[in-house]
């Protein structure tokens, strides 16, 4: 019987779609960024420091961390598939509402999207919809891991959720929930009709709230506020991983992304107001030296572009083609 636990293996490490527009990008050089107080004014991409690296192992048939050698890392993010709310047109925020049927193929679709793509561990928020994205898209994939939520929240929980066996461990990808991928907390606006909203408001107050940098909704985060604590996570608990060269996938939510990607492609707070993601659709980043380089959407399994970006990749997608070549003949 193994001794380590399933949880204990994987937890360890961590002290603890659509279309994606933007604005036209002017990058100021002298922006500045710390995990402490986030100014995105003042941008400056962080090194990651630790490299702490306790990971399920991979598989020996197929190199889940095969970009790890030459350094490099897959960064997959998702935004969930359609809510219940998004689909009456709601304010949600931290509401916990689950995917319609429509948000479940969007997830699904995710999957297919992403089927070819490496991936260790699992970042999702604390809410359903996230966490239904997730799970949902990782059915899809050809290498047939497991996904299995880790239950941190106490001592019984860990210890109630242990797993025994490394052959199992080793056929699972631990998906990681944080509250701080949550969405933007949309205050006293949660629960209310947009378009009402803006009748009653007014569009201009409305869309202030919606996409202003750092203009609070009534009682709730600005995409600034929001920032802080998404990309604090981000810096602190998932670029060592991605340093360690394990690839990660991150399914969360528009605003908690938004902040993310503000970061990861160093945005200004003006350009950021116009970037919108789209519910269900991957957006797939290549982390290298450091350096994180956007790739864009993948619009299928087998897409030249995304595969030919990185040598690694194209070799992992290779070796997943022979295996299920062996297999079905
Ligand atoms: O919380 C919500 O209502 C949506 O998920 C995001 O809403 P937004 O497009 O108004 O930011």
Redesign the pocket.
């Known amino acids: 019987m193994a001794t380590a636990t399933f949880h204990q293996s994987i937890v360890s490490f961590a002290s603890p779609s659509s279309t994606i527009s933007q604005c036209g990008f002017k990058i100021d050089s002298s922006l500045s960024f710390t995990s402490k107080k986030i100014n995105f004014c003042k941008i400056k991409a962080m090194a990651s420091v630790s490299y702490n690296n306790t990971l399920l192992s991979p598989s020996k048939t197929i190199p889940d961390n095969s970009l790890k050698k030459s350094n490099e890392a897959a960064l997959i993010l998702i935004r969930h598939g359609e809510?219940l709310?998004?689909e009456k047109n709601?304010?949600?925020?931290c509401v916990d509402v689950p995917l319609t049927e429509k948000g479940v193929e969007e997830a699904i679709e995710a999957g297919k999207r992403i089927s070819n793509i490496p991936v260790d561990v699992i970042f999702t928020s604390s809410l359903i919809r996230a966490q239904m994205t997730a799970m949902l898209a990782m059915i899809q994939h050809r290498r047939k891991k497991v996904p299995i939520i880790l239950h941190d929240e106490s001592e019984q929980a860990k210890t109630w959720s242990q797993v025994f066996s490394d052959e199992t461990k080793n056929q699972s990808i631990p998906v990681i929930p944080a509250w701080q991928l949550n969405?933007?907390m949309?205050g006293e606006l949660?629960g209310l009709n947009?378009q009402e909203t803006a009748e009653r408001y007014g569009k201009q107050q409305v869309h202030e709230w919606?996409?202003s940098y750092d203009i609070p909704p009534p009682k709730g985060e600005s995409l600034e506020m929001c920032a802080e604590r998404a990309v604090a996570y981000f810096q602190d608990n998932i670029e060592p991983k991605l340093a360690a060269g394990k690839n990660v996938m991150i399914a969360a939510?528009?605003?908690s992304l938004r902040s993310i990607i503000m970061y990861l492609d160093k945005l200004t707070c003006q350009e950021v107001i116009s970037l919108?993601l789209s519910t269900g659709i991957p957006l797939l980043y290549i982390f290298k030296e450091g350096k994180f380089m956007k790739r864009g959407s993948p619009v299928g399994p087998t897409e030249a572009g995304v595969y030919a970006y990185t040598k690694r990749l194209a070799q992992y997608r290779q070796k997943l083609e022979e295996d299920s070549e062996v297999i079905c003949s």
Not at 90 to 93: A, E, I, P, R
């Open positions: 809510s709310w998004n709601l304010f949600t925020g969405e933007r949309y949660q947009k919606r996409r939510h528009g605003n919108e």
